[in-house]
């Protein structure tokens, strides 16, 4: 990285809202949604440094922003946006992440809590059985190179085709589980490799599945249409397309660099191409395709789950509420300057955040909004918020995805003891499931932001509004 201060020039827009005006070959303003609290989190790394330098990248337009969850990632902050221009602009896999599609798979069932405590123990100890987690963890899924090709191609409807889950499934996932224009042959032999032994597997880092209350109702009529209700219980997937969409990133940056070069650039990490370049038509194709590798992932594992269910709740349902990616780039029209036009969103670590009667939402729940699932830290609460046409003025349709870290991971496992962690869940009665616990403790709560902070700036900003709380019974990590 080229960034050698965090001294950056902040002017206060409102109390939620933080500009950083163009200097020093930024194309737009950068923009920063957070209350004071937050902004003093963000400070603490270079965020506001990150903001810059995908401002300065060619074809940008309307702002360079950073919802309220910011951290410093990978050439781009993690909760950053970003629109290009389809024409002068650029697509750079920084700025979509590392983990292609990494997303949240929520599901209502009709279990409530006082059942499901009952049997709790065994339950979680099963389903850690039945979904792999873990660094390079393999799945039971044999898949062989047509079936992989097909997966990248067909997103969930292929898994549907096999048997597992159902059409009313495929209309509950952001583009119905599919984003056209997957081709696996341009992704590499390595990457489809690493797929084809973890479809149905979690991962590890901040993936996690966990087992909720639903504690708080906000919005009655919002969570009604979404099948949540007081006192049941939901369970909360947060995984991505594991070692493919690793692959595609780290092959697409080395051919961006071999192929443009990347002493220009403002940050090494932020390697692009030309939207409308053979390599950048690729690297969209090569997204795609470990994009639908990612929706099918989190559906086997959903599949896997209410088989789980079954064995201890033979009468239970669990039903898909939504899923939705927040590490993706796509195309969409957006107003920028009062004119409405098609870009190039990119989204890493940020969520969809589409008002009422928008096309991209399943026809069951134009009349809220996107469904937004912004997940705690293992031993917080979880929200569930709809889009609004708000966040379409302000943050290009776009809200937080998370409590955001504070500490990096070695510094977490440096600092957090097992014993710390082990004490903190035990007193708020959550049971982990977990390789080793002191292999979880960098994803321990203080690790990470106030995560009803960063629901409450989304909400009182308007870029989301809130509809429930959820609150954490058992958690599968890595």
């Given at each position: 990285?080229k960034?050698?201060?965090?001294i950056?020039?902040?002017?206060k827009?409102?109390?939620?809202t933080?500009?950083?005006?163009?200097?020093n070959?930024m194309?737009?303003?950068?923009?920063?949604f957070a209350?004071?609290?937050?902004?003093e989190?963000?400070k603490?790394?270079?965020?506001?440094?990150?903001?810059k330098?995908?401002a300065?990248?060619?074809?940008?337009?309307g702002?360079?922003?950073?919802?309220?969850d910011?951290h410093?990632?990978?050439g781009?902050c993690?909760?950053g946006?970003?629109?290009?221009?389809?024409?002068k602009?650029?697509?750079?896999?920084?700025?979509?992440?590392y983990?292609i599609?990494c997303?949240?798979?929520l599901?209502s069932?009709?279990?409530?809590k006082?059942?499901?405590m009952?049997?709790?123990?065994?339950?979680?100890?099963?389903?850690y059985k039945s979904?792999?987690?873990g660094v390079?963890?393999?799945?039971?899924f044999?898949?062989?190179?047509?079936?992989?090709?097909?997966?990248?191609?067909?997103g969930i409807?292929?898994?549907?085709?096999?048997?597992?889950?159902?059409?009313e499934?495929r209309?509950?996932?952001?583009?119905?589980?599919?984003i056209?224009?997957?081709?696996y042959?341009?992704?590499?032999?390595?990457?489809?490799?690493?797929g084809?032994?973890?479809?149905?597997?979690?991962?590890a880092?901040?993936?996690?599945?966990?087992?909720?209350e639903?504690?708080?109702i906000y919005?009655e009529?919002a969570a009604?249409?979404?099948?949540i209700?007081?006192?049941?219980v939901?369970?909360?997937?947060?995984?991505?397309?594991r070692g493919i969409?690793?692959?595609?990133?780290?092959d697409?940056?080395?051919k961006?660099e071999?192929e443009y070069?990347?002493?220009?650039l403002?940050d090494r990490?932020?390697?692009y191409a030309?939207?409308?370049?053979?390599?950048?038509?690729?690297?969209l194709?090569?997204?795609a395709?470990?994009?639908?590798?990612g929706f099918?992932n989190?559906?086997?594992?959903?599949c896997?789950?209410?088989?789980s269910?079954?064995k201890?709740?033979?009468?239970?349902?669990?039903?898909?509420?939504?899923?939705?990616?927040h590490?993706i780039a796509?195309?969409?029209?957006h107003s920028?300057n009062?004119?409405?036009?098609e870009v190039?969103?990119?989204r890493k670590?940020?969520?969809?955040?589409?008002?009422?009667?928008?096309?991209?939402?399943p026809v069951k729940y134009?009349?809220?909004?996107?469904?937004?699932?912004?997940?705690?830290?293992m031993g917080?609460?979880s929200?569930?918020?709809?889009?609004?046409?708000?966040?379409?003025?302000?943050?290009?349709?776009?809200?937080?995805h998370?409590?955001?870290?504070i500490?990096?991971r070695?510094?977490?496992s440096?600092?957090i003891s097992s014993?710390e962690?082990k004490?903190?869940?035990d007193?708020?009665?959550?049971v982990l499931?977990?390789?080793?616990?002191?292999g979880?403790?960098d994803?321990a709560?203080?690790?990470?932001?106030?995560?009803?902070?960063?629901v409450?700036?989304s909400?009182e900003?308007?870029i989301g509004?809130?509809?429930?709380k959820?609150k954490p019974?058992?958690?599968?990590?890595g």
């Amino acid at each position: 990285m080229k960034m050698k201060e965090k001294i950056v020039n902040l002017k206060k827009i409102n109390d939620f809202t933080w500009e950083i005006p163009k200097e020093n070959g930024m194309n737009v303003p950068g923009r920063i949604f957070a209350s004071e609290a937050l902004l003093e989190k963000i400070k603490n790394d270079f965020t506001f440094e990150q903001v810059k330098n995908v401002a300065k990248l060619p074809g940008i337009v309307g702002y360079s922003l950073a919802m309220s969850d910011a951290h410093q990632g990978y050439g781009m902050c993690v909760g950053g946006v970003a629109a290009f221009d389809i024409k002068k602009g650029i697509i750079s896999p920084g700025a979509v992440g590392y983990d292609i599609n990494c997303g949240v798979r929520l599901l209502s069932t009709n279990l409530t809590k006082k059942e499901f405590m009952l049997k709790r123990n065994v339950l979680m100890k099963e389903i850690y059985k039945s979904v792999p987690s873990g660094v390079g963890k393999k799945s039971e899924f044999k898949i062989e190179y047509k079936e992989i090709s097909n997966i990248i191609k067909e997103g969930i409807s292929w898994a549907i085709s096999k048997g597992y889950g159902n059409e009313e499934d495929r209309l509950f996932c952001e583009n119905e589980g599919k984003i056209s224009g997957a081709d696996y042959k341009k992704i590499s032999q390595k990457a489809l490799g690493r797929g084809m032994n973890q479809l149905g597997t979690l991962g590890a880092g901040n993936h996690f599945l966990e087992v909720q209350e639903v504690e708080e109702i906000y919005d009655e009529s919002a969570a009604k249409l979404l099948g949540i209700e007081k006192g049941k219980v939901a369970i909360m997937i947060h995984s991505g397309s594991r070692g493919i969409g690793h692959q595609v990133a780290s092959d697409y940056i080395k051919k961006m660099e071999d192929e443009y070069g990347y002493k220009h650039l403002p940050d090494r990490e932020l390697a692009y191409a030309p939207i409308d370049s053979s390599l950048g038509k690729d690297y969209l194709s090569a997204m795609a395709g470990a994009a639908n590798f990612g929706f099918t992932n989190r559906h086997i594992i959903m599949c896997k789950l209410r088989e789980s269910f079954k064995k201890f709740f033979p009468k239970s349902e669990l039903k898909l509420v939504y899923d939705i990616a927040h590490n993706i780039a796509k195309f969409e029209k957006h107003s920028v300057n009062g004119k409405k036009i098609e870009v190039l969103v990119h989204r890493k670590g940020a969520t969809r955040s589409f008002g009422p009667e928008s096309e991209e939402i399943p026809v069951k729940y134009r009349s809220i909004g996107t469904p937004i699932f912004i997940p705690g830290s293992m031993g917080t609460s979880s929200y569930v918020l709809v889009g609004t046409k708000k966040a379409q003025e302000l943050s290009l349709g776009s809200t937080a995805h998370g409590a955001g870290r504070i500490m990096s991971r070695s510094e977490a496992s440096k600092t957090i003891s097992s014993k710390e962690l082990k004490n903190e869940l035990d007193k708020k009665d959550i049971v982990l499931e977990s390789g080793s616990l002191s292999g979880a403790v960098d994803e321990a709560p203080k690790a990470y932001k106030d995560v009803e902070e960063v629901v409450r700036v989304s909400h009182e900003l308007g870029i989301g509004k809130m509809v429930a709380k959820l609150k954490p019974l058992g958690v599968v990590k890595g």
